[in-house]
């Protein structure tokens, strides 16, 4: 028996900012083959850094196309984090594609998080995707799945960003439930 698994998400779901090998779909699908006997058929589509109100677009086209038995969703990391500046970004729609570094970070780097964190608190910034309007997204493309006998697996937001960014994913991943 065949079991096909689509991860479709945001870019994280297909490892960002680490190799494909090291994402936790790939290593969930590895593990799941040493305790199951069915074949699992893992394929993955990244739609990095779209805000999740341009993905029911392309559900059926990148996703449902594929004929999946079980679709793991996971979006919001560009979506519900805050920047401090309108146009966060330079030269991209994209919120999440920048140069990833290897090394962890400084006491610098943690300094700035933390007085980017206390500016975003300070002035109530908010998300780039409203809570709301991620929520009900989410919801509709889990309601457009069940409609064609696909299981859908969601994962809650990924924490990423500031501590702002943190509590907004964290009360939406509670949300979500």
């Known amino acids: 028996m065949d ?6 998400g ?3 779901i297909g490892g960002f ?9 790939h290593l969930a699908i590895e593990r799941l083959r040493k305790q199951t006997e069915i074949n699992l058929i893992p ?10 109100t341009r993905v029911p677009k392309h559900l059926h ?3 449902l196309a594929a004929n999946p038995d079980i679709v793991v969703l996971q979006f ?3 979506d519900l984090i805050v920047p401090l500046r309108k146009h966060h970004h330079s030269g991209s729609s994209s919120p999440v594609h920048r140069k990833v570094s290897t090394n962890l970070p400084a006491f610098g780097d943690r300094l700035k998080w933390h007085c980017q964190s206390l500016i975003g608190d300070g002035l109530r910034l908010k998300p780039v995707t409203p809570p709301e309007i991620y929520l009900e997204t989410m919801h509709s493309l889990v309601l457009t799945l069940v409609k064609h006998q696909v299981i859908p697996v969601v994962l ?7 501590r702002r960014s943190d509590k907004i994913a964290r009360d939406c991943g ?3 439930q």
């Open 156 to 162: 809650s937001p990924f924490i990423f960003g500031g």
């Open 10 to 12: 945001a870019c994280m």
């Open 174 to 176: 509670g949300r979500l």
């Open 3 to 8: 079991c096909r698994i689509r991860g479709f």
């Open 61 to 63: 086209p990148r996703c």
């Open 17 to 25: 900012p680490h190799r494909q090998e090291d994402s936790f779909f």
């Open 43 to 52: 394929s993955v589509f990244t739609l990095g850094g779209f805000p999740i």
């Open 76 to 78: 919001a990391s560009s």
